[in-house]
């Protein structure tokens, strides 16, 4: 039912850039097997952030965890539930799961997701400014996840990988970090990135990429990315040129998706990607 649910909210509400319905807000929630056979907590920083994590009940009863993957979700009051009602069919013991959302009731906090998950602009000749000016914040949200996220979590788990999952503007901050900041993660999972923000100014960061971690790039069949206007190059070119740069690079299409309804798909494929048999 969450799950009929979720996806026909994703198709009226078309792209998270657009404001979207009452419906699509809500927190998508738990399911009984997700609550039974994991152990679930919630921690919230600076009264802004509210990080969820969720370990297997299997594994949490062990004095000491064996965690061999961490997978960091970011829209985490609704990607974490999405992820953990999929994961609980068939969970996996050494899997560890972090949602990184914010401090409330709804599942896409708008203002904080436009302010974190962008990165600020130095083009001083766009063509529409104004459309921008809200943005910015992705250095120092990535400051926030080193510092209060992932340091505490390599420190625990020293041995784990830790994967980030990010879409749209999420996707963008994920590009972003894959570009810029490359070792915060091991792998990078970029669903539908916002490429048309800042008018296509982060793809300037390709030419000097030094990193050889593995990044999944996907969008949906039916997405148009010219809607969003100012996007000079589409994911299905990014993939192509980072390939050519001999990165080590996936590119997905999800047949007969657009870019809301196409965020569990994105979700499976990113829990599959690390090892679940779903």
């Given at each position: 039912m969450w799950l009929r649910f979720f996806i026909a909210f994703c198709c009226l509400c078309g792209i998270l850039q657009t404001k979207p319905s009452e419906d699509f807000l809500k927190i998508p929630p738990l399911s009984d097997v997700a609550q039974r056979n994991f152990v679930l907590t919630t921690q919230d920083f600076d009264a802004k952030y509210r990080v969820f994590t969720a370990i297997a009940k299997s594994n949490q009863e062990s004095q000491k965890p064996n965690i061999q993957k961490i997978l960091v979700l970011l829209d985490g009051n609704a990607h974490f539930p999405l992820a953990l009602n999929l994961l609980a069919q068939f969970p996996i013991s050494s899997l560890m799961l972090v949602g990184v959302g914010y401090v409330g009731n709804v599942a896409y906090d708008l203002e904080n997701r436009t302010l974190d998950y962008t990165p600020k602009l130095t083009n001083e000749s766009l063509k529409n400014p104004q459309r921008f000016q809200k943005g910015g914040g992705a250095e120092e949200f990535s400051v926030f996840l080193q510092q209060r996220i992932l340091t505490p979590l390599k420190k625990q788990y020293p041995?784990?990988?830790?994967?980030?999952?990010?879409?749209?503007?999420?996707?963008?901050?994920?590009?972003?970090?894959?570009?810029?900041?490359?070792?915060?993660?091991?792998?990078?999972?970029?669903?539908?990135?916002?490429?048309?923000?800042?008018?296509?100014?982060?793809?300037?960061?390709?030419?000097?990429?030094?990193?050889?971690?593995?990044?999944?790039?996907?969008?949906?069949?039916?997405?148009?990315?010219?809607?969003m206007a100012y996007s000079p190059m589409e994911v299905r070119d990014l993939a192509k040129q980072l390939k050519d740069k001999g990165q080590e690079v996936e590119f997905i299409i999800f047949k007969d998706k657009g870019h809301g309804d196409g965020i569990l798909e994105a979700i499976l494929e990113f829990l599959k990607s690390n090892g679940a048999q779903l």
């Amino acid at each position: 039912m969450w799950l009929r649910f979720f996806i026909a909210f994703c198709c009226l509400c078309g792209i998270l850039q657009t404001k979207p319905s009452e419906d699509f807000l809500k927190i998508p929630p738990l399911s009984d097997v997700a609550q039974r056979n994991f152990v679930l907590t919630t921690q919230d920083f600076d009264a802004k952030y509210r990080v969820f994590t969720a370990i297997a009940k299997s594994n949490q009863e062990s004095q000491k965890p064996n965690i061999q993957k961490i997978l960091v979700l970011l829209d985490g009051n609704a990607h974490f539930p999405l992820a953990l009602n999929l994961l609980a069919q068939f969970p996996i013991s050494s899997l560890m799961l972090v949602g990184v959302g914010y401090v409330g009731n709804v599942a896409y906090d708008l203002e904080n997701r436009t302010l974190d998950y962008t990165p600020k602009l130095t083009n001083e000749s766009l063509k529409n400014p104004q459309r921008f000016q809200k943005g910015g914040g992705a250095e120092e949200f990535s400051v926030f996840l080193q510092q209060r996220i992932l340091t505490p979590l390599k420190k625990q788990y020293p041995t784990a990988e830790i994967s980030l999952f990010g879409h749209s503007f999420g996707g963008l901050f994920c590009l972003w970090s894959y570009l810029n900041s490359a070792d915060s993660f091991d792998s990078y999972f970029c669903a539908s990135p916002s490429l048309w923000w800042g008018e296509g100014e982060i793809l300037k960061d390709i030419k000097n990429i030094h990193t050889n971690k593995p990044i999944i790039l996907s969008i949906g069949e039916l997405e148009n990315p010219a809607k969003m206007a100012y996007s000079p190059m589409e994911v299905r070119d990014l993939a192509k040129q980072l390939k050519d740069k001999g990165q080590e690079v996936e590119f997905i299409i999800f047949k007969d998706k657009g870019h809301g309804d196409g965020i569990l798909e994105a979700i499976l494929e990113f829990l599959k990607s690390n090892g679940a048999q779903l």
